[in-house]
């Protein structure tokens, strides 16, 4: 395969991390449908204190109506603008909330330890956050795209579009993908371990830069390096459940 039909053939996969991830039958997501009632679901998290939401945009593809499954309820959620180059996707929805701090990637270091928060497989897991933790595998992606890091936490459908936060609890980027099962057992014979993908978050600062109502209210990076409890205590109820119909 040429470069151009591997990186295709990996954005056709993306789907495996949101709501439409195929089952070991090929079903496509029926058990999480079935508990949701709805088409697809992913992670989202917050920027600002007025409801402005960072998520991937493949969670959203095709989407009539998109809501946020807050502590309180779902609310409905506008689709304010969407990259699917990058894979972003920016949402609004009404209310005061806590926001996870922005921090350039470009600081980011190799073998930087990170935490993710987000809903994985909400039909079977249950609807509560899941924490795992990892680092910094590589400062590139798939094919050494540079705009992505490829970590070593594990994720699972549903984490699509969760913050990739760092040791100080600053989101330097957002799930996007894993590298593709069926390519991989193409091209080498092997399945992969645990490879998967984030954007940087220089691009998502970029996206929500040009949007002045966004970034003026973006809180500022904590500083120092925090423990995990404190890292989840701030982060987790700033992290939401998208749900897709």
Known sequence: MTREQVLEAQRRSTAFLEGKSEGPNGEAGTRQEAALDCKASGTGFFVTSDGYIITASHVIHDATRVEINTKTGKVRAKIIRTDPANDIAILKVEGQFA?????????????????????PNPGIQGFSPKLTKGEISSLFGIQDDPRHFQIGAPIQPGNSGGPLLNTKGNAIGTLVTRLSDKITLKLTGMLPQNVNYALKSSYVLAMVEALPDIADKLPKPHNGVRSTTDIVKDSEPAIVMVLVY
Do not use: M
């Not at 980011?108 to 993710?116: A, E, P, Q």
């Open 99 to 119: 926001a996870v701090p922005l921090e350039n990637s470009k600081t980011v270091k190799l073998g930087d330890v990170i935490t993710t928060i987000g809903f």
